[in-house]
């Protein structure tokens, strides 16, 4: 159904604006972004407060709406959808993760991770689906280091479980695209160190996309591409990174230099040291894998 | 799936629902507690409103009554759909009269209904027999006197006329047809048994109940004077007291006094007449049916043909009033209950907005998350209802264990026996009422929820998520 090419970005995003109105006050919080998103991807998006870098992320996920512009998953746009189709989208080819990790309060660990599950199954169908759905959360949390907090409540967690039971939540459907707002902002030094760490694998190992909005600068270092948004655009000037160019546009996949090429598996592994294993939990996180879609 | 884990969830963890819970548990408890007891009176008061009356009373219009009741009775019988219909029949002669006596040498006399029976039919038609005190006359019910009575009545005999004069200006000359006032066969009465009893409150016995006082025992004579048929001259006679006629209605107790029928007529000059027909009926609910068919037949008669009902017509309509008003006064209570949903739903869905915020995050839809609202409200609803009912049918059942506690405990008497004659309250279940007041609560119980959830719904996402 969806044309998936090399070539075709996973997620694209073409003059989109945003305007939020307080009453009588407009503020444009975006005034006109361009952005592509190749698949496979780990993309940092920074900038200043209020340069609407949350506001971007919130809009390629369909959790927001443009005011103009358009939204585009694997080349069919998605910003005109209807509400129906919004909210599948969300459920199975978006992951959320927030800075404040968001879990219900109600549930234990493992019914947080598979919440997405339970809104995309009737209560009818569920008991069909439950074994291998509990199956596939149990796997995702050993996999962010959470197998032994399977039936603990959020209140017995701590900042960094949280998060990364947050983010087995958002893998659970096995979405296209992980989107990250400030995931390590109310974490510790340690705790967040971790978090990026998790992302990171996941990224190599699994060749999860993901687009992270970020204050941290280093951890924007360590990603793809940096993405800079200043007063609503992004800023195609020359970054305060380093030697790291502030790229605007979709890069092909032969581009080489100091860059990280999107053939990255070899390469990120020796630049994160990690052993150099196939993609773990294929069956976790094979991308289009769930018949679902 | 999600709507119903976290529905239930929801109801396991936020005890600050479970106030919803209970205000719904006691409007469905008192109400039904409400409505067993009302049923219950209710039930018993149409018992005996209906006690003395037959299914269905042919009635003259006056005090002259109509003659050949017989002849009517048959045409009655040969009638093929009342022949089905009607059981039994059984004619009287009913007029208004005074009633003389001594109590510890006073004279005392009080107005009553004086009705001619014949006692075999009259207890086919039901509503006389099983009311009689002497349990020997329940199953032969006649004007005989017993041992106790004829000594009584032997010794009290007096060889000169009574002591007071009946009604009538003594100057005039005696009443034209006033019978003989010496020895003949003295006629039986049965008395209502407030006639001849009254309730002494200071007196108690030992288990406090209170102890009636008799002012007239068998055997005893009385004086009843009454008018004529035709000519509505005064005329009286003297009976003998014989039993008492209990129904616990006042109205029949405090009035009423039977008579033999035949001679009720020869001293009103009214052989072969009487007032009413009295007619039992096999199955009540043909009564309409019947009252047509009757009304046909007699259509050239001046008789009037009405059901027990319609006589008691306004009585029966209080009471039918007064249950409906009280039912709408006790469903405030369970108003009140919703309006405490609407609180504490509001307060809850303010609590979970940032989860709300998460959910649609996930992919829940407005009308999802709508869906968890309104189906907790009808969860706490269906509880609420279900333990209510469940308290009230325990309360309903038990209320009289109930009522001796909280008299004991209180040192009030919650339920004074002497101001009803029942010794227990009387309570019927009436699951109708049960079903709609179940119904009812639930209803309100959704309804209130509707407009918190509809927040709930439209909460915006980025919004939610952002909330402090």
């Known amino acids: ?293 | 799936m999600y709507k119903l884990v976290l529905c239930w969830r929801y109801l396991k963890t936020r005890y600050l629902a479970l106030v919803c819970v209970v205000s719904v548990m006691l409007g469905v408890a008192t109400l039904i507690v409400v409505n067993s007891v009302m049923g219950g009176f209710s039930a018993k008061l149409r018992d005996r409103l209906h006690g003395l009356l037959s299914d269905i009373v042919l009635e003259a219009y006056d005090f002259d009554g109509f003659a050949d009741p017989e002849g009517k009775m048959r045409r009655i019988m040969d009638d093929p759909l009342l022949a089905r219909e009607v059981v039994a029949m059984s004619p009287t002669l009913e007029i208004f009269a005074m009633l003389q006596f001594q109590f510890r040498d006073t004279p005392v006399t009080k107005p009553v209904r004086l009705v001619g029976i014949d006692p075999p039919t009259r207890s086919a038609v039901g509503g006389f027999s099983e009311y009689l005190t002497d349990p020997a006359r329940r199953d032969k019910p006649g004007f005989w006197m017993d041992e106790a009575a004829r000594d009584r009545f032997e010794r009290q005999k007096r060889p000169e006329p009574l002591v007071f004069t009946p009604l009538g200006n003594p100057d005039e000359p005696p009443p034209p047809e006033a019978p003989k006032p010496t020895p003949k066969t003295t006629q039986g009465a049965i008395l209502g048994y407030a006639i001849a009893h009254f309730r002494d409150r200071q007196a108690k016995a030992e288990d406090g109940a209170t102890r009636d006082r008799r002012t007239l025992q068998p055997g005893d004579e009385v004086v009843l004077t009454t008018v004529s048929g035709a000519k509505l001259a005064p005329v009286y006679d003297r009976f003998a007291v014989v039993d008492y006629f209990r129904s616990e209605m006042s109205e029949y107790d405090s009035q009423f006094i039977f008579v033999p029928l035949e001679h009720l007529q020869k001293l009103r000059s009214m052989e072969g007449r009487v007032t009413s027909i009295q007619v039992r009926l096999r199955d009540y609910d043909r009564a309409p049916a019947v009252v047509a068919r009757l009304k046909e037949i007699f259509v050239r008669d001046s008789l009037d043909v009405q059901t027990w009902e319609e006589k008691q017509g306004a009585v029966l309509a209080a009471i039918r009033v007064e249950k409906g008003i009280l039912n709408i006064l006790l469903f405030l209570i369970i108003a009140v209950a919703g309006f405490g949903i609407l609180a504490i739903f509001s307060m809850i869905v303010v609590e979970k907005t940032r989860d709300i915020g998460i959910l649609k995050s996930l992919g829940a839809s407005n009308w999802g998350v709508l869906q968890i609202f309104i189906a907790y409200g009808l969860l706490l609803g269906l509880v609420g209802a279900a333990l209510g009912t469940l308290m009230g049918l325990a309360i309903t059942v038990n209320i009289n264990e109930i009522e001796h506690f909280l008299a004991r405990a209180t040192g009030q008497d919650i339920f004074p026996r002497d101001v009803y004659y029942f010794d227990r309250i009387p309570t019927e279940i009436q699951p109708l009422a049960i079903g709609l007041v179940n119904l009812g609560s639930v209803g309100i119980a959704v309804l209130f929820s509707i407009l918190p959830a509809l927040r709930a719904a439209m909460l915006h996402p980025v919004r939610a998520l952002r909330f402090e």
């Open chain 1, 1 to 293: 159904m969806i044309a998936e090419s090399a070539t075709t970005p996973v997620l694209e995003a073409r003059q989109v604006r945003k305007t939020y109105r307080r009453g009588a006050i407009a503020t444009e919080v975006l005034k006109g972004v361009d952005l592509t998103v190749a698949r496979g991807e780990f993309l940092s998006v920074v900038g200043a407060s209020g340069s609407g870098k949350s506001t971007l992320l919130h809009l390629l996920g369909t959790l927001d709406q443009a005011d103009g512009g358009e939204v585009r998953l694997d080349g069919e746009r998605i910003d005109n959808a209807g509400a129906r189709r919004r909210d599948r989208l969300r459920n199975q080819a978006f992951g959320f993760i927030f800075q404040f990790y968001h879990l219900l309060p109600e549930l234990s660990a493992l019914e947080n991770v598979l919440t997405p599950l339970y809104i995309a199954s009737s209560a009818w169908a569920w008991p069909f689906r439950r074994a291998d759905a509990v199956r596939r959360a149990r796997a995702l949390l050993e996999r962010v280091g959470l197998g032994h907090r399977l039936d603990h409540k959020p209140r017995e967690l701590s900042g960094g479980e949280m998060q990364r039971a947050a983010i087995a939540r958002a893998l659970i459907s096995g979405p296209r695209v992980l989107l990250a707002d400030e995931p390590t902002g109310n974490l510790d030094e340690d705790a967040g160190a971790e978090i990026a760490r998790l992302l990171r694998a996941l990224n190599a190992e699994e060749g999860l996309t993901i687009i992270m909005v970020t204050h941290n600068l280093d951890m924007a270092r360590s990603t793809d591409r940096v993405v800079r948004l200043t007063h609503g655009r992004v800023d195609l000037s020359p970054t305060v990174l380093g030697n790291r160019p502030a790229p605007g546009g979709y890069h092909s996949p032969n581009d080489g230099g100091d860059r990280l090429s999107l053939d990255r598996r070899p390469a990120s592994m020796a630049v994160l040291g990690a052993g150099a294993s196939p993609p773990a939990h294929p069956e976790v996180f094979g991308v289009g894998h769930f018949p679902q879609r």
